[in-house]
Every structure is written in structure tokens, then in C-alpha cells.
């Protein structure tokens, strides 16, 4: 017990033990119907409006990155928990591995935040291998009602542009919101464009959009 207790409160290992202890307390708040459980994808990842320039950059790297490592649509809550259990279970066995100096010296400091690094990044690789086959049953059991849900709905773009072969922004659905992968074969659309989902492109696992002021000038279909 004592050596556990050394390397789970060492440094870096306390550091995903106290996140990891965050998510376990944001959980039981939403046990209690205190706040929803994919909450904090409309805090994070959709409400751009609060934020600097800056920020929203960020913001918009999270959202693409998820979309682009196949995690997009799974509640960030949950990645969240998955990737702090991992890394905190991989910082702890490099701490095993690793030698660390007794005390808070710059030898033990440097150690450490290597240990850190590597186990951030060990446990987003974990993660997306843990997490992916999920999402990839979530988009088996329902994709039509997925298409249902956002076809014809507005977004915002989120991503610096969307055009024929890339971009991606956040859709209102009523609930937490959802990032999808954006498509404007006619036009380059930069960020912030308001828009409207047209039709469904399976072949790029994409929405087809065009700016919500061409939708409404040219009343266009829904296919």
C-alpha cells in the first residue's frame, strides 16, 4: 500500500489522479440530473460566442481533431473520463519504469514533466483505440436517424474554411449540439458562416452546406 500510495501521489501521477477525480465528481452531479451528461460538448466545443479569438481557434482545433481521430459524436464527458483513467494507469507504470528522484529538485522536475508528456500522449493513442469501435457502433445502430436529425438544420463553421475537400463546424440539435464534417463544393465558405445542411455526402462522411443566406435567397431543395 505504501508504494502505491508513493507513485499514485507522486508527481506526475497526482496530476490525472486529481482530473480523473473531477470527471468521477462532474458524473455524479449528472447522476443527479444536475447538469446533462454531453453538457459540457455545448460548453466547450459550441459556445464560441464567450470566447476571444484566440479561444475560438482553439475550440475549433478541439472539435476537428475529434472529428479527424473517428471520436466525434461520442460525449466529450466520456472521452474526458476514458483518456484520464488511461493516462493516469500508464503514468503510473512509467513511474515504475522511470527512476525518480526523491524531493522537488530540477532533475525530479524535468522527470516528471517527460513521464507527463508521454503519458498524455500514450493516453489519447489509448483512448481513440478504446473509444473508436464505439463510435463506429453508435453510427451502425442509427445512422438515418442521425441524417433525420440534422438535415436542414443550420451550423456555424468552425473550421478556418470550408470547401469541396475540407472543413467541419457545430449544429444545433436540440440537445449538446454535434460537429459534423462540412462540404461547399461551390464555394469557399471561411469561419464563422452561418449554414444550412442540404444533403447528406456518405461518400466523405459529410454534410454538403451552403451559406444560410444563398439557402434563403435561392429557397434550395432538401434532398
Same mark, same amino acid.
Not at 442521425?146 to 472543413?167: D, H, M, Y
Not at 460537429?179 to 461547399?184: E, T, Y
Not at 458562416?193 to 454534410?207: G, Q
Given at each position: 500500500?505504501?508504494?502505491? @500510495?508513493?507513485?499514485?501521489?507522486?508527481?506526475?501521477?497526482?496530476?490525472?489522479?486529481?482530473?480523473?477525480?473531477?470527471?468521477?465528481?462532474?458524473?455524479? *452531479?449528472?447522476?443527479?440530473?444536475? !447538469?446533462?451528461?454531453?453538457?459540457?460538448?455545448?460548453?466547450?466545443?459550441?459556445?464560441?460566442?464567450?470566447?476571444?479569438?484566440?479561444?475560438?481557434?482553439?475550440?475549433?482545433?478541439?472539435?476537428?481533431?475529434?472529428?479527424?481521430?473517428?471520436?466525434?459524436? *461520442?460525449? @466529450? $464527458?466520456?472521452?474526458?473520463?476514458?483518456?484520464?483513467?488511461?493516462?493516469?494507469?500508464?503514468?503510473?507504470?512509467?513511474?515504475?519504469?522511470?527512476?525518480?528522484?526523491?524531493?522537488? $529538485?530540477?532533475?525530479?522536475? !524535468?522527470?516528471?514533466?517527460?513521464?507527463?508528456?508521454?503519458?498524455?500522449?500514450?493516453?489519447?493513442?489509448? $483512448? !481513440?483505440?478504446?473509444?473508436?469501435?464505439?463510435?463506429?457502433?453508435?453510427?451502425?445502430?442509427?445512422?438515418?436517424?442521425?441524417?433525420?436529425?440534422?438535415?436542414?438544420?443550420?451550423?456555424?463553421?468552425?473550421?478556418?474554411?470550408?470547401?469541396?475537400?475540407?472543413?467541419?463546424?457545430?449544429?444545433?440539435?436540440?440537445?449538446?449540439?454535434?460537429?459534423?464534417?462540412?462540404?461547399?463544393?461551390?464555394?469557399?465558405?471561411?469561419?464563422?458562416?452561418?449554414? !444550412? @445542411?442540404?444533403?447528406?455526402?456518405?461518400?466523405?462522411?459529410?454534410?454538403?452546406?451552403?451559406?444560410?443566406? +444563398?439557402? +434563403?435567397?435561392?429557397?434550395?431543395?432538401?434532398?
Amino acid at each position: 500500500m505504501t508504494a502505491f @500510495l508513493h507513485y499514485a501521489l507522486g508527481f506526475p501521477t497526482f496530476i490525472f489522479g486529481m482530473l480523473l477525480l473531477c470527471m468521477l465528481l462532474y458524473w455524479v *452531479i449528472a447522476i443527479f440530473g444536475l !447538469v446533462e451528461v454531453d453538457s459540457m460538448d455545448h460548453w466547450v466545443l459550441f459556445d464560441g460566442s464567450h470566447h476571444g479569438h484566440g479561444a475560438e481557434d482553439s475550440i475549433g482545433a478541439l472539435a476537428g481533431l475529434l472529428l479527424k481521430v473517428g471520436l466525434g459524436g *461520442i460525449p @466529450l $464527458t466520456v472521452i474526458l473520463t476514458v483518456l484520464f483513467l488511461l493516462s493516469w494507469l500508464i503514468s503510473y507504470a512509467l513511474a515504475h519504469l522511470v527512476p525518480m528522484p526523491e524531493g522537488w $529538485t530540477l532533475l525530479n522536475i !524535468v522527470t516528471g514533466t517527460g513521464l507527463f508528456a508521454a503519458a498524455s500522449v500514450l493516453g489519447f493513442v489509448a $483512448t !481513440v483505440i478504446v473509444l473508436r469501435p464505439l463510435r463506429k457502433a453508435i453510427a451502425m445502430v442509427a445512422p438515418p436517424e442521425e441524417a433525420k436529425v440534422v438535415l436542414g438544420r443550420t451550423g456555424l463553421v468552425r473550421s478556418a474554411v470550408v470547401n469541396a475537400s475540407q472543413g467541419y463546424g457545430s449544429v444545433e440539435d436540440g440537445g449538446g449540439g454535434l460537429n459534423v464534417q462540412m462540404r461547399s463544393p461551390d464555394r469557399e465558405l471561411p469561419r464563422g458562416t452561418e449554414v !444550412v @445542411l442540404i444533403e447528406r455526402m456518405p461518400e466523405h462522411n459529410a454534410w454538403r452546406v451552403v451559406s444560410k443566406a +444563398e439557402f +434563403e435567397g435561392l429557397d434550395l431543395p432538401l434532398r
